[in-house]
């Protein structure tokens, strides 16, 4: 089993990377604030599980082990996958997600992509002893675009990472121009990474809706 690759980074996605390790490039799937701390040609490490189906390998990478163990636990859920495992981390770093856990707080969960209040429930009910609060704070989100960003390469970008990881094309944009409005200097700086990482922090704080899918 792969549990962390370190090597040099030879590409990154808005939903993956390869890192090349001792001659074999190795491509994982990961959140974006995963993705937004490597850059390519340089050196890269990443905490790895990977899963394993009949027709199908696949690796997910993470930036802290704290993830990664977060991400397991998760897919012991009856009904969550991989991919929607990755969904919840995009959304909440793992302290806040052993919070809600811990404390019942099931619309937390109704806050992801694919997550509606059925199974947010069954998260709850199934994680209530499995992930327990270590007591490291949890980032808090900001308060909170503009016209100005529609048609703007980096914008494109924004979306398409938000409808990968489930949103609708039209929760997504309504996102990201919340989160432009309340922070207008992402808007400035055209930074794909900051502005998604900042559009799903307000996401997760549930500053902005989106569709009950």
Do not use: C
Not at 45 to 55: A, F, K, Q, Y
Not at 134 to 152: E, I, K, L, N
Request: net charge negative.
């Amino acid at each position: 089993m792969i549990s962390s690759l370190t090597g040099t980074v030879e590409s990154v996605g808005l939903n993956h990377a390869v890192i090349t390790v001792s001659g074999f490039g190795m491509r994982f799937s990961a959140t974006p604030q995963t993705l937004a701390g490597l850059r390519r040609g340089e050196s890269g490490r990443v905490s790895t599980s990977m899963v394993v189906r009949e027709d199908s390998m696949t690796l997910f990478g993470f930036a802290t082990e704290d993830e990664r163990e977060v991400f397991d636990v998760l897919l012991g859920v009856s009904g969550v996958g991989p991919r929607l495992a990755l969904a919840v981390l995009a959304v909440y770093e793992p302290e806040a997600v052993r919070v809600a856990a811990s404390t019942g707080d099931d619309k937390a969960f109704t806050k992801v992509p694919g997550i509606g209040p059925k199974g947010a429930r069954r998260i709850v009910l199934e994680l209530t002893d499995k992930l327990v609060p270590t007591g490291a704070p949890v980032a808090a989100g900001a308060d909170g675009g503009v016209s100005s960003a529609v048609g703007q390469p980096w914008m494109e970008q924004v979306l398409e990472a938000l409808t990968s990881l489930g949103w609708t094309e039209k929760d997504a944009e309504k996102a990201v121009r919340d989160t432009l409005r309340h922070e207008p200097e992402l808007e400035e700086s055209g930074d794909v990474a900051s502005v998604l990482k900042a559009t799903l922090r307000h996401l997760g704080q549930g500053h902005s809706s989106r569709s009950g899918r």
